[in-house]
């Protein structure tokens, strides 16, 4: 199956689990599509390896649109560490970079703009809230909501990829490529961005926290999440 012809497949079944009413049916769905990102790019990577390729790790501009821009930037870093994958956030762009190689890139859009429409879903079904007094508390329920969700999905991606690279990689010389190639990333993201600062999301909001992360669990991913080089 070609390149195109297998994205155009994975863009298929995640369409259909974000917009089917059952979360049976979107699990299902969603699993098969992780499925099929996992094996593409294990295969991508060891027959690159194989053929001696040069192929470089690029950069690609993805938009982390306002508002609850930084727990969203935050689901965008999760999605593309675990697809061996870096991503910087420009806050005064509205954007984030995200450098990795071109068929780990592609699926790190495919699963972020997935997993984003999965969580708004949840959280505007979730309503608005107030205090005590009648005072709005939606926004930061929504904010807290959205990072807790983040923070739970990085968990089970991670959880994901140690068994995934642990079934990949037995008789495959699989570790040592991906190390490679994950040492390849950094250098792009160090090369362009020499000084980088960390940001941490803040949770104000206990109801959104707990509520993000229930929704996190019931997330569409499977057993079988992208693929990334352990550490």
């Given at each position: ?153 990085g968990e089970r991606l991670r959880a994901a990829t140690r068994a995934a690279v642990e079934e990949a990689s037995a008789g495959t010389g699989l570790l040592p490529v991906l190390a490679t190639r994950d040492k390849a990333v950094e250098q792009a993201v160090t090369e362009v961005f020499p000084r980088l600062r960390r940001f941490a999301n ?30």
């Amino acid at each position: 199956m070609t390149d195109q012809r297998m994205l155009q497949k994975i863009r298929a079944l995640l369409a259909k689990a974000e917009s089917t009413d059952y979360p049976e049916e979107a699990e299902a769905l969603s699993t098969r599509a992780q499925e099929l990102m996992a094996r593409h790019s294990i295969d991508r990577a060891l027959l690159d390896a194989a053929a001696g390729s040069r192929e470089s790790p690029a950069g690609r501009r993805v938009p982390v649109a306002s508002p609850y821009e930084m727990p969203k930037a935050t689901l965008l870093h999760v999605v593309a560490e675990a697809n061996r994958c870096r991503s910087v956030w420009h806050r005064d762009l509205g954007a984030s970079t995200v450098f990795g190689f071109p068929a780990d890139l592609e699926a790190v859009e495919m699963m972020y703009t997935s997993l984003l429409v999965q969580a708004t879903g949840a959280m505007l079904r979730s309503g608005s809230r107030h205090d005590e007094y009648g005072r709005s508390r939606t926004r930061s329920f929504r904010q807290s909501f959205l990072s807790a969700y983040a923070g739970r999905i990085g968990e089970r991606l991670r959880a994901a990829t140690r068994a995934a690279v642990e079934e990949a990689s037995a008789g495959t010389g699989l570790l040592p490529v991906l190390a490679t190639r994950d040492k390849a990333v950094e250098q792009a993201v160090t090369e362009v961005f020499p000084r980088l600062r960390r940001f941490a999301n803040s949770v104000t909001n206990r109801d959104g926290y707990e509520a993000g992360r229930a929704a996190a669990d019931r997330a569409a991913l499977g057993h079988h999440a992208e693929v990334r080089s352990p550490g």
